[in-house]
């Protein structure tokens, strides 16, 4: 009776996704960052266009420097969680090996 409880529990215990997920989830995250920086970056462009183009060069440059920005901690934030994922992936393959 015993062993079929704890053989019932070890059945409903949660599961960790398996390496080749974690990994191709990480690459995910790379590319999600990327592509919101890409975004947040061409916003800022367009917006620093028409800033320039209605004579507020002030307001362009600012426009210009806050999608930067923006673009710059979106592809970090994307790639630091994107490493990490690929780095636990590849840790999760390894302990399998052995």
């Not at 592509?35 to 462009?45: C, D, E, I, R, S």
């Not at 673009?71 to 302990?95: R, S």
């Amino acid at each position: 009776m015993v062993l079929l409880i704890l053989t019932l529990g070890m059945c409903a215990w949660p599961q960790s996704p398996g390496p080749g997920k974690e990994i191709g989830s990480g690459a995910g995250d790379i590319g999600k960052g990327a592509a919101k920086g890409a975004g947040n970056l061409a916003k800022g462009a367009g917006k620093g266009a028409l800033d320039l183009v209605t004579l507020h060069p002030i307001q362009a440059a600012t426009s210009l420097g806050k999608g930067a920005g923006a673009a710059g901690k979106d592809v970090a934030v994307g790639a630091v969680k994107g490493t990490g994922k690929i780095g636990k992936g590849v840790g999760q393959a390894v302990k399998k090996l052995f």
